[in-house]
Every structure is written in structure tokens, then in C-alpha cells.
């Protein structure tokens, strides 16, 4: 696995495309290569952000950038939104700069509420009110 991890570090592509209604995510080394797809309608809160600072302290372990496998999902990316009731990542190898610069030439090809902030778990509303 470590093999396999170093030679995705440098070696490794990631794709980003939109097609048929989908956001189309490919990471991999040459033809090999795995592929996320994601209807557009279900996405929501696309963002750019710092890979190296979400969650983390930035003196933390865990907040430095890592090896990681190109033929899985990055747990942190430059470029995030929320599908389904998850955060996805990808492009976990650039910074917040280039991670903006993706978000604006996917809001030209995605749907006006790819870009909304995806809505909050309300807990109470007015069946919920006492006096």
C-alpha cells in the first residue's frame, strides 16, 4: 500500500467533469483509475477550503498534508460540498487558491443550488411550542 501511495503522490491524476447530470470525480494512475460520480441536483454548499485546516489545529499532526491512497475518496480537499448527508472532498492536493478557482468554473456548469448552503436539521419548530 505504501508503493501504491507514493508512486499516486506523484504520479497520480485526479479529473473533475460534469456529464449527463453528473459531477464526475476521477483519481488514478494512467487507465487506472477509479470514478465517483454525483447527480448535480442532489448537490449543495460547493466551497473552497484550506485542506490543511478543516477541523484541525493547524500545529496538529493531523492537519499536515499525507500520503494517501489516489484510488480512494480524500478525506480533505480544496474543494467541498455536501451530498446526500455527507461532505465530500477531492482535489486534496492544491491549495485554497486553486481549490476557488475549480468552485467558480463548476458554478458555470452546475445548478444555481449546487452552490446554496444545504439546509439545517431543524430540531423544533411551531408543533414544538409551549407557552
Known amino acids: 500500500m505504501l508503493v ?49 485546516a478543516q477541523g484541525y489545529r493547524p500545529d496538529s499532526l493531523a492537519a499536515k498534508r499525507h500520503l494517501s491512497i489516489i484510488f ?3 478525506k480533505r480537499g480544496a474543494v467541498c460540498f455536501d451530498y446526500r448527508g455527507k461532505t465530500v472532498y477531492f482535489a486534496d492536493r492544491l491549495g485554497e487558491a486553486e481549490g476557488e478557482m475549480i468552485v467558480n468554473w463548476l458554478k458555470t456548469r452546475l445548478p444555481r443550488t449546487a452552490t446554496a448552503s444545504p439546509p439545517t436539521q431543524d ?6 411550542w409551549r407557552p
Open 4 to 52: 501504491v501511495a507514493i508512486i499516486g503522490e506523484f504520479l497520480g491524476t485526479e479529473t473533475v467533469g460534469v456529464a449527463r447530470g453528473e459531477l464526475v470525480v476521477s483519481r488514478g494512475i494512467g487507465p487506472l483509475r477509479q470514478t465517483f460520480r454525483y447527480a448535480v441536483a442532489d448537490i449543495a454548499g460547493l466551497a473552497s477550503e484550506d485542506p490543511t
Open 72 to 74: 480512494w475518496k480524500p
Open 123 to 128: 430540531a423544533g419548530g411551531a408543533a414544538n
